[in-house]
């Protein structure tokens, strides 16, 4: 008998809360989802008129470092970050593990999980940039929330599913989100 996939969903204070919402509400239905929100995070949600509520995940305390997720034995299939502020970004990048979302991306890379982490900042200056490479080198697949218009979306739910399908996919969970390239007509 298989196992229910299992993620651990990271929101930072960034910018970006609808990408967090849909991806919650989609990934909730496929698996098991553990979800840590950071204090600005929720202040951010709110002022983009985003609720984390009404999902069936498991919620953990940013500043829980003895959860469940905190651990290697732990099983997650992997973790995405979403929006991905660049102040966790670093975190990342260095392996500092003074928050719970901190620790979980730490334990994510060492246990060689995919880890996804969604930037939303711009312009990146030179210290971003080499942290984004840093990340990278240390297994983690950084994205911008930058969306396509190849689908030639028509609302900003279509934008958002763009990005948030592309998320599912390096998290390895085809779910349909999103449109994708058929090449050109």
């Excluded at 008998?1 to 496929?30: C, D, I, Q």
């Excluded at 975190?91 to 890379?109: E, F, M, Y």
């Excluded at 969604?118 to 080198?137: I, K, Q, W, Y």
């Amino acid at each position: 008998m298989s196992r229910r996939k299992e993620f651990v969903v990271g929101v930072t204070g960034a910018s970006g809360a609808p990408y967090a919402h849909r991806l919650l509400e989609v990934l909730a239905e496929e698996a098991d989802v553990h979800l840590v929100v950071t204090r600005q995070a929720r202040a951010i949600a709110a002022i983009e008129g985003v609720r984390y509520e009404g999902f069936s995940v498991t919620g953990h305390d940013n500043a829980d470092l003895a959860a469940s997720i905190a651990s290697g034995s732990h099983h997650a299939d992997g973790m995405a970050i979403v929006p991905c502020s660049t102040k966790t970004l670093a975190s990342v990048a260095h392996g500092l593990s003074s928050s719970l979302i901190g620790r979980a991306a730490d334990v994510t890379l060492k246990e060689r999980r995919p880890l996804v982490l969604l930037v939303r900042e711009m312009p990146l200056s030179r210290v971003h940039l080499r942290n984004m490479l840093a990340a990278d080198e240390a297994g983690a697949t950084v994205m911008v929330a930058s969306p396509g218009f190849y689908g030639r979306p028509a609302t900003i739910a279509d934008l958002v599913d763009m990005v948030v399908g592309r998320v599912l996919d390096h998290l390895g969970m085809d779910l349909g989100v999103g449109p994708r390239w058929e090449g050109a007509p």
